[in-house]
């Protein structure tokens, strides 16, 4: 046995096996124990000091001792057996000797693990080779397959590679049903010597059987998926090229593909069933179904198409307009005008065909998804009378989310540690946060040795908990660097519980605590500050002086601090003598509400009757009156448009260094462009610092949210609905962040920033006028893309909020009609999409009832042609003069 484990141990693999050979079965069980416990010796080994010659010969050792085929597969497809494999020749060698069927279970029990395992193909292959068994067809060993087959470059053509496959048909199979094709979609190329092509000549020879390799592809492309599965599959359907027979037996395929399916395929879908409806293949009934999955699609091609194909049907067999203007109806509550116009058309040319009173009915019922321009004309062209409305429009807002009371701390260490545990693992919402900082505080000060032992489980899991973790980083140098600060919440958690352990000195969290972040200057600098000394403050005091609560924990999830209970706080502090944190208090301060007067005031005279500084300082806080906004000028930068404030005295005086900083004047032309503070969860931490003080968040967010729009920056727009949420004026660089946001680059960007202006008219702090010409500007500049702006106010409308948008884009469209105007019979590059602009104007403007006069709109709605641009002009200039009805 001794002589086994040396040869293990100097990595020597065919001594390994020779001696293993000349041992019973018996002799190799006992073995397991040593080879087991030199497996846990070298994980827990650094993988510096490691020698990992040794792995090849340990995972011969364990597959050849293992006489269960569950216990021998889980051995050889280890972790940690992964990065130094034994050849798999050399493992089929070695297992050579054992019977065919436990050969079978360790080969299916090794395809049937994950693909992240990285089971080597050519040792499942030569398993299954060895034993006989039927090919597993799971995702690892079709991923292994086409990854070897892929990699076997040379002079033979992939065809021929795949011909050569005893398994071809099991494994083609697989192929189509495998979970992710990311994995292998790489190596499936395009074009000429590609795996599609390759698969459509087996199938075109017969070496694959063509019906089952065609009815996979649809199965596939019917299951849906990402784009990977439709670029794959989608070429392999059309090099099969299909005969018209073999698409007539798949008509229910088509119309679920052309209803539900990704674009591309939906317009495949749509292309085989528009030549078999113009074949006289379809009935109308199957048209029909067809046409009302498809016209509820939102890409307007596929849609126009439809309509084409049903005006095409109708014309060549009036007498179905019975069964096909129904489906042409569904049309009727599309987005888009245009296309409800097309549909309507069709109506107003068959309807006189139209006998049967129901269908006419169901037809008259869906009329009421058309704008209210076309209603009056569907009316005569069905023969039903058209009544005006006459109520008053009434705008509909959602209703703005209310803010909660956070819940008191978790009065059992247990129950903090579970907390603390939850926000390591992943960010939580500044509640959660601020809930696990007071706990820590008051269990810190009332029993550390019961909270020690109730955080043991979540410490145990931390890298400073670790024996191998002092090799590389002194946790004093890690936890005391304040090179760039706290760069998030766990990393303000990580240092208190690593603190409340002792991994870092006192000395060390003093120093920090003192010196503070390295020098550092951009737009985020005072919250980053304000946010690290707070919890440094809170780490030295939990190993030197506990605190009995923190002060600037807040009422309200948006970070406000009612000034009732920031009393109460103070006066327990009084009653038991503790020191008071000056982070805190300032922290405290910042949060306290002082817009309720009436409550300020109360609060003002019980704090200066408990004659204490913090106290008096928090009286002349509250009866202090409300200071004035900071002067403000915008500055332009690119195609963007910036603000810079100046200062902010109140914030200057008796705060500590770190606070004065978010009173100073902030620009955009000072400091780095680009900073640490890359993590966009700081920001709802940001504004619950300051939560009566929205603009002095804006203006240091605004060059992050310009970056949605102008560079297409993914995220950087989440903070808007907070923003939305949070108190003070909603002045310029609010309005700015909303209008970057909106013109965002990626759909939910936007749609948190449709959120935001919804929230902000909500509330009634919505500026109509000035986020209308500030896109305007931006749109102009560049900076904001009229498409991405029109989905924006598209989405908002559609809640209701036409009103609200209208007004919105009143302002913003004048702007670029005046660059029409002046552009002669050219559309200039900057007003392209501005006829999605003017639609979403029109359908808002038709639905609220606005009237007036838009600057520049006459001449574009004067210039010829019928491009959507002049129409949808035409159709906002109607909308804005039609007369009211009495």
């Known amino acids: 046995?001794?002589?086994?484990?040396?040869?293990?141990?100097?990595?020597?693999?065919?001594?390994?096996?020779?001696?293993?050979?000349?041992?019973?079965?018996?002799?190799?069980?006992?073995?397991?124990?040593?080879?087991?416990?030199?497996?846990?010796?070298?994980?827990?080994?650094?993988?510096?000091?490691?020698?990992?010659?040794?792995?090849?010969?340990l995972q011969v050792a364990g597959a050849m001792c293992h006489s269960g085929a569950a216990a021998a597969a889980t051995w050889i497809a280890g972790a940690d057996m992964r990065w130094r494999r034994t050849p798999a020749e050399t493992l089929l060698k070695a297992l050579a000797d054992r019977d065919t069927g436990w050969l079978a279970d360790v080969a299916r029990r090794l395809a049937a693990r994950p693909v992240s395992a990285d089971v080597s193909f050519e040792l499942m292959a030569g398993l299954v080779h060895a034993s006989g068994c039927e090919v597993p067809v799971t995702d690892a060993y079709v991923v292994g397959w086409v990854r070897h087959i892929g990699h076997s470059w040379g002079?033979?053509?992939?065809?021929?590679?795949?011909?050569?496959?005893?398994?071809?048909?099991?494994?083609?199979?697989?192929?189509?049903?495998?979970?992710?094709?990311?994995?292998?979609r790489w190596l499936f190329g395009d074009g000429p010597g590609s795996w599609q092509s390759?698969?459509?000549?087996?199938?075109?020879?017969?070496?694959?059987?063509?019906?089952?390799?065609?009815?996979?592809?649809?199965?596939?492309?019917?299951?849906?998926?990402?784009?990977?599965?439709?670029?794959?599959?989608?070429?392999?359907?059309?090099?099969?090229?299909?005969?018209?027979?073999?698409?007539?037996?798949?008509?229910?395929?088509?119309?679920?593909?052309?209803?539900?399916?990704?674009?591309?395929?939906?317009?495949?879908?749509?292309?085989?069933l528009a030549a078999l409806a113009l074949d006289g293949d379809l009935t109308p009934r199957q048209l029909a179904e067809a046409s009302e999955g498809l016209l509820f699609r939102t890409e307007k091609k596929l849609v126009r198409a439809q309509l084409v194909l049903l005006g095409k049907a109708l014309t060549r067999e009036p007498a179905t307009a019975a069964e096909l203007l129904p489906a042409v109806a569904q049309a009727f509550g599309h987005e888009d005008t245009q296309v409800q116009e097309r549909a309507l058309k069709l109506v107003e040319r068959h309807a006189k065909r139209l006998d049967d009173a129901a269908v006419r009915a169901g037809i008259a019922a869906a009329t009421e998804g058309l704008s209210p321009a076309l209603r009056a004309r569907a009316a005569d062209a069905l023969g039903i009378a058209h009544e005006p409305a006459t109520e008053v429009y009434e705008e509909v807002l959602p209703?703005?989310?209310?803010?909660?009371?956070?819940?008191?701390?978790?009065?059992?260490?247990?129950?903090?540690?579970?907390?603390?545990?939850?926000?390591?693992?992943?960010?939580?919402?500044?509640?959660?946060?601020?809930?696990?900082?007071?706990?820590?505080?008051?269990?810190?000060?009332?029993?550390?040795?019961?909270?020690?032992?109730?955080?043991?489980?979540?410490?145990?899991?931390?890298?400073?908990?670790?024996?191998?973790?002092?090799?590389?980083?002194?946790?004093?140098?890690?936890f005391g660097n304040s090179r760039y600060g706290l760069l998030g919440a766990r990393d303000g958690l990580e240092l208190l519980v690593a603190a409340l352990f002792g991994v870092v000195s006192t000395d060390t969290l003093l120093a920090a605590l003192r010196r503070g972040p390295a020098d550092h200057e951009c737009a985020h600098t005072g919250f980053s500050r304000v946010f690290d000394v707070r919890l440094r403050e809170l780490a030295h005091r939990i190993r030197t002086d506990p605190q009995p609560l923190l002060l600037a924990t807040p009422t309200w999830s948006t970070g406000l601090l009612e000034p009732g209970e920031l009393v109460d706080r103070l006066d327990t502090y009084h009653r038991l003598g503790a020191r008071v944190g000056a982070a805190d208090f300032a922290q405290a301060l910042f949060r306290v509400r002082r817009e309720d007067r009436t409550a300020a005031l109360a609060a003002a005279g019980r704090a200066a009757a408990l004659g204490t500084p913090e106290g008096e300082r928090l009286a002349r806080w509250l009866s202090a009156e409300e200071p004035a906004q900071p002067t403000s000028r915008r500055r332009t930068s690119g195609v963007r448009i910036l603000v810079e404030t100046g200062e902010v005295l109140e914030l200057q005086a008796d705060f500590p260094e770190e606070f004065r900083r978010l009173g100073r004047p902030v620009t955009p032309f000072s400091g780095r462009r680009y900073c640490y503070h890359w993590s966009q969860e700081n920001h709802r931490h940001w504004l619950a610092t300051l939560p009566e003080r929205r603009e002095l968040v804006a203006v240091r967010l605004l060059h992050d949210l310009s970056q949605a729009a102008v560079d297409d920056q993914r995220g950087t727009a989440a903070a808007l609905p907070l923003l939305a949420e949070s108190g003070g004026p909603a002045g310029e660089s609010t309005h700015l962040c909303l209008a970057y946001g909106l013109g965002a680059r990626h759909p939910e960007d936007r749609l948190a920033a449709v959120d935001a202006l919804l929230v902000l008219a909500a509330r009634g702090q919505l500026d109509a006028e000035r986020l209308g010409a500030d896109l305007g500007q931006l749109v102009r500049r560049g900076a904001v893309k009229p498409l991405r702006l029109a989905e924006s106010a598209r989405t908002a409308a559609a809640t209701g909020a036409n009103t609200t948008i209208w007004e919105m884009l009143r302002h913003t469209l004048p702007v670029q009609l005046a660059d029409l105007a002046t552009a002669g019979t050219t559309v200039p590059a900057s007003v392209r999409g501005l006829g999605e602009l003017l639609s979403v104007a029109a359908e808002c403007a038709e639905r609220s009832g606005a009237r007036?006069?838009?600057?520049?709109?006459?001449?574009?709605?004067?210039?010829?042609?019928?491009?959507?641009?002049?129409?949808?002009?035409?159709?906002?200039?109607?909308?804005?003069?039609?007369?009211t009805a009495a």
């Open 399 to 478: 209703p703005a989310p209310e803010p909660f009371r956070l819940a008191p701390a978790p009065e059992s260490a247990v129950e903090l540690a579970e907390e603390i545990g939850a926000l390591l693992a992943s960010d939580g919402d500044v509640a959660a946060f601020e809930r696990a900082l007071d706990g820590l505080a008051r269990h810190a000060h009332r029993d550390q040795e019961a909270l020690r032992e109730a955080l043991e489980p979540v410490a145990a899991t931390r890298w400073w908990k670790q024996p191998e973790a002092h090799r590389w980083w002194h946790t004093d140098e890690y």
């Open 1 to 57: 046995m001794s002589e086994v484990l040396e040869a293990v141990r100097a990595g020597r693999t065919g001594l390994t096996e020779l001696l293993l050979k000349r041992m019973t079965d018996a002799e190799r069980r006992k073995l397991l124990p040593e080879l087991q416990n030199l497996r846990k010796e070298l994980r827990a080994t650094p993988w510096t000091e490691r020698n990992d010659r040794v792995y090849p010969a």
């Open 198 to 272: 390759a698969l459509a000549e087996l199938a075109r020879t017969g070496e694959l059987d063509r019906a089952a390799v065609t009815d996979a592809c649809v199965a596939r492309l019917l299951r849906g998926g990402g784009p990977t599965d439709h670029r794959t599959f989608l070429p392999l359907l059309g090099l099969l090229a299909l005969t018209r027979d073999e698409e007539r037996a798949r008509i229910a395929d088509w119309t679920a593909l052309a209803r539900d399916a990704a674009s591309p395929v939906a317009a495949h879908a749509q292309s085989v």
């Open 852 to 883: 007036g006069v838009l600057p520049h709109l006459s001449q574009a709605a004067a210039r010829r042609g019928s491009s959507r641009l002049v129409v949808q002009a035409r159709r906002l200039r109607e909308a804005l003069t039609e007369e």
């Open 155 to 184: 002079q033979v053509p992939l065809v021929d590679r795949l011909r050569a496959e005893p398994d071809l048909a099991p494994l083609v199979n697989g192929l189509f049903e495998l979970s992710d094709l990311g994995e292998v």
